[in-house]
């Protein structure tokens, strides 16, 4: 197996981590192993779309859900502040809704400096015990 998978408090998340191969030239690893992944998980999936984004200092994007179109997420960090990630199905931006990223009931233990450089619709988020579900 190239990754190691370790599940967390909230469900349906996990934790992956890639098996990384170096010597003095450098290293390798498998980003991902959709087979593998399956094997795994247990979680059968056709991602659609890669994304990728660089934050400045502080900057938290936030906890995004569509509730039409759902969208599974396979996040990677790269370094830093840096995330690439995976998606399967395509953004509906109308359908796209924000988690209150301070909610005490998720209990994130956000790295943070001072306060977050925000966008409005992550600063306007819902808690989640107000959030609208899936329709």
Known sequence: MTMNVTRTDIPDV???????????????????????????????TNFVQDNHSRSARNVLRGLHYQVRHPQGKL???????????????TWYPEHERSLLWRDSTLHIDWPLQGEPLLAAKDAGGKALREAEVFA
Not at 18 to 26: A, H, L, N
Not at 77 to 89: A, C
């Open 75 to 89: 996040v990677r960090v790269v370094m830093g502040e840096v995330f690439l990630y995976k998606t399967t199905d």
């Open 14 to 44: 996990l934790v992956i981590e890639p098996k990384v191969f170096g010597d003095d030239r450098g290293f390798f690893y498998e980003s991902f192993n959709g087979p593998e992944f399956e094997a795994l998980t247990g979680v059968k």
